[in-house]
């Protein structure tokens, strides 16, 4: 499809689809510039509206600036990212609560018996999962909607980050994310998309 026939179809002006989409980039290096705590919750109040299974909301996002809770963490971390996660200003480790049903009497009241109907927490533990990491797409596109750039890594120990800062038992770790300011030579250069031909089929 053109640019042109874009730029007409899409509700939003130019400027926000590059921000979002296509001039954004993971970030491998980003500037001293702190995020702070109002820009986390101008995000999550922005992003929060996006849809989850039975309005569930299972993401829980646990935020490291420390340079204690880094130590905490770098042990767990690929060695390919362990040096720009303990540089970025921002690091938050992204979760699913396996137990979010029990907020669901709240959250999803029209329908009060939805907390009974995930009991089992093997299949309670796969929707959370599955929404959470819903809610992380959510999120990273949020972060740029404020002008700041994120660096998502699953290159981690999954199982030693949940043991280290979950130890409850109720929260998986599923991602972490690097935010802030992009540094120098913070991009890497785009590689290939898929054309929409190649994704899409109409039946």
Same mark, same amino acid.
């Not at 009991?119 to 990491?133: H, Y």
């Not at 949940?162 to 690097?178: Q, S």
């Given at each position: ?17 590059? &921000?979002?989409?296509?001039?954004? %980039?993971?970030?491998?290096? !980003? ?14 109040? &922005?992003? %929060?509206?996006?849809?989850?299974? +039975? $309005? ?6 646990? &935020?490291?600036?420390?340079? @204690? ?6 042990? +767990?971390?690929?060695?390919? $990212? ?47 999962? !599955? #929404?959470? @990491?819903?809610? =992380? ?7 740029? @909607?404020?002008?700041? @750039? ?27 994310? #690097? ?20 994704? =899409?089929?109409? &039946?």
């Amino acid at each position: 499809m053109s640019e042109l026939a874009v730029r007409e179809l899409l509700a939003l002006d130019r400027a926000a689809q590059d &921000l979002l989409f296509r001039a954004a %980039r993971t970030a491998d290096t !980003f500037t001293d510039e702190p995020v702070t705590d109002a820009q986390v919750a101008a995000i999550h109040d &922005l992003i %929060r509206y996006g849809p989850t299974a +039975y $309005n569930g909301q299972p993401l829980r996002v646990l &935020l490291l600036r420390s340079g @204690a809770a880094r130590a905490r963490l770098l042990p +767990y971390v690929s060695s390919g $990212n362990r040096a720009k996660t303990a540089t970025a200003p921002l690091v938050a480790v992204l979760a699913a609560d396996v137990d979010f049903h029990e907020r669901l009497p709240e959250l999803y009241p029209h329908r009060p018996q939805a907390r009974d109907w995930l009991a089992d927490r093997a299949a309670r533990a796969e929707q959370a999962r !599955f #929404n959470a @990491a819903l809610q =992380i797409g959510y999120l990273l596109v949020g972060v740029r @909607a404020a002008g700041l @750039a994120a660096g998502p890594m699953a290159g981690f120990d999954a199982v030693g980050v949940t043991r280290e800062f979950f130890p409850d038992g109720r929260h998986e770790a599923l991602l972490l994310m #690097n935010v802030g300011h992009p540094g120098p030579d913070a991009w890497r250069e785009r590689l290939p998309r898929l054309d929409a031909t190649e994704v =899409i089929r109409t &039946l």
